[in-house]
T-cell receptor, first 114, second 115 residues
Framework: DAMVIQNPRYQVTQFGKPVTLSCSQT?????MYWYQQKSSQAPKLLFH???????NEADTPDNFQSRRPNTSFCFLDIRSPGLGDAAMYLC?????????????FGEGSRLTVL | AQSVTQLDSQVPVFEEAPVELRCNYS??????LFWYVQYPNQGLQLLLK??????LVKGINGFEAEFNKSQTSFHLRKPSVHISDTAEYFC?????????????FGQGTRLTINP
């Protein structure tokens, strides 16, 4: 029944070693989002894809990149993780043009940087 | 720019007592309002939302919220809480876009239910 699936749920990496987090969805939504949530903080939007159009938030560091090869999948690449990038990364989807305004979230991927 | 303020970072409550989690927002445009719940090490689950119409919105798990435009508030309430309601609660706002819904979240309120 899971509609937004994130892998892996837990990722440990070393300082500076690239990491990729994945998100897949079965909802056929055309918008996919990546949020970063640090400990005891609110989720913060990094970027989103509207169909194939990539939309970066102004304050998202260049260290964070994303790919969306098709409607169902979206990846978050962290090129050189620092200690400050340790966080929960949340993927979400929505249907543009719909009237619900709702985002559907995955379970999250928790990143630890050693 | 939109912003959300959750007035309480932590709320301890005894089981079966009522609870209110407070949320105020600011925006120069009409908005959608949401409450999400997050259990430990999990994603966010929608509790309820206000899009238009009746200002009293009912959600899952017995929660409800009231939209007050004059006070720019969207407080969450439950008449009788259960141990399983222990979680982090986030209030969020987005503009009335037909495109991407870019949610802005409050800082969260940690609800702790004591037996």
């Amino acid at each position: 029944d899971a509609m937004v699936i994130q892998n892996p749920r837990y990722q440990v990496t070393q300082f500076g070693k690239p990491v990729t987090l994945s998100c897949s969805q079965t909802l056929n939504h055309n918008v996919m989002y990546w949020y970063q949530q640090k400990s005891s903080q609110a989720p913060k939007l990094l970027f989103h894809y509207y169909d194939k159009d990539f939309n970066n938030e102004a304050d998202t560091p260049d260290n964070f990149q994303s790919r969306r090869p098709n409607t169902s999948f979206c990846f978050l690449d962290i090129r050189s993780p620092g200690l400050g990038d340790a966080a929960m990364y949340l993927c979400a989807t929505s249907r543009a043009g719909g009237r619900t305004g709702e985002l559907f979230f995955g379970e999250g991927s928790r990143l630890t940087v050693l | 720019a939109q912003s959300v303020t959750q007035l309480d970072s932590q709320v301890p409550v005894f089981e079966e007592a009522p609870v209110e989690l407070r949320c105020n927002y600011s925006s120069s445009v009409s908005v959608y309002l949401f409450w999400y719940v997050q259990y430990p090490n999990q994603g966010l689950q929608l509790l309820l939302k206000y899009l238009s119409g009746s200002t009293l919105v009912k959600g899952i798990n017995g929660f409800e919220a009231e939209f007050n435009k004059s006070q720019t508030s969207f407080h969450l309430r439950k008449p009788s809480v259960h141990i399983s309601d222990t979680a982090e609660y986030f209030c969020a706002v987005s503009d009335r876009s037909r495109g991407a819904q870019k949610l802005v979240f409050g800082q969260g309120t940690r609800l702790t239910i004591n037996p």
